[in-house]
């Protein structure tokens, strides 16, 4: 194992970009009960969006001339975007912290299975071994035919099926298109989804303290992806992208901590199995 100095920084960036998302989630999961789904993700959006914008004009971004192919590509990682985020947060407002968390790392195996069965790459007997054996952690978590068991978990399932379209598009862009100038995109779309979708959804009062944890929600959210891509330049991708999976502390913890939430054991054995098999897809992939 690689213990460079670019390494262990790079998996520094990783963890502290995990912290931020849930950070992000977890505010969210606070202004839940104050604003509805749809007008959560506009007022947000406009945040985020703004804010993204700024650091996109600072570094030229809008200057990039994007190729039709790489609209088209555009379109499609934008619809795994704007799904992803309704579904997660459809899940993260009704569900535990920690569960939602849990459900969505299975996304490297599933990233893995589409990429060898859309992208043609290659995945030995091992890796879709691993795969299956991660599946079956996350019907752990989610227990279908038990109490806990409801649309909100299917929910949870379906964003990671559009992270995995938003990250399986991400990789057949162009090298030279601007990471701002993507996320910007997405935002700005998320954004005006929401505002499209807010009329069909009671608009609740807009109180000082609401807007104030929005605004927070989308700095996290911004932090925890500038870090990821730090971390994903600083070292071998190979030894920093397992450390995603601290994600689940920093869920347990603040789960706990804000709101109450203490994972059972079935939940816990079933996350030990996703980021397991989670952690060995990584490991295969450096190897072949």
Excluded: C
Excluded at 185 to 208: C, D, H, R
């Amino acid at each position: 194992m690689n213990f460079s100095s670019d390494n262990v920084r790079g998996a520094v960036f990783m963890a502290v970009s995990m912290a931020f998302f849930v950070l992000n989630d977890t505010v969210m999961k606070m202004a839940a009960g104050q604003f509805s789904l749809f007008q959560a993700m506009f007022l947000r959006g406009i945040a985020a969006t703004t804010l993204i914008g700024l650091i996109a004009w600072h570094q030229n971004a809008f200057s990039y001339t994007i190729s039709r192919k790489d609209r088209r590509i555009l379109m499609v990682r934008i619809i795994g975007e704007i799904g992803a985020t309704l579904t997660f947060l459809n899940a993260l407002f009704n569900m535990p912290l920690a569960n939602a968390t849990a459900i969505l790392q299975a996304l490297p195996l599933m990233v893995t299975l589409a990429a060898a069965l859309f992208l043609r790459e290659a995945v030995g007997w091992r890796r879709y071994l691993a795969i299956i054996i991660g599946f079956s952690g996350v019907l752990i978590v989610v227990r279908p035919g038990a109490e806990g068991f409801n649309v909100f978990s299917v929910s949870a399932i379906a964003a990671v099926l559009f992270v995995t379209l938003r990250d399986l598009s991400t990789r057949q862009l162009s090298p030279g298109i601007p990471s701002v100038l993507v996320t910007f995109l997405a935002a700005f779309m998320v954004m005006l989804t929401g505002a499209v979708l807010s009329p069909v959804q009671e608009w609740k009062p807009i109180e000082a303290d609401g807007l104030f944890l929005l605004l927070v929600a989308a700095i996290f959210i911004i932090f925890g992806y500038l870090f990821s891509v730090k971390a994903m330049r600083a070292g071998d991708i190979g030894f920093v992208s397992p450390f995603r999976y601290t994600v689940l502390i920093w869920a347990i913890i603040l789960g706990y901590i804000v709101f109450g939430d203490i994972p059972d054991a079935w939940t816990i054995s079933g996350t030990i199995i996703i980021v397991a098999t989670g952690a060995f897809t990584f490991y295969r992939e450096r190897q072949t």
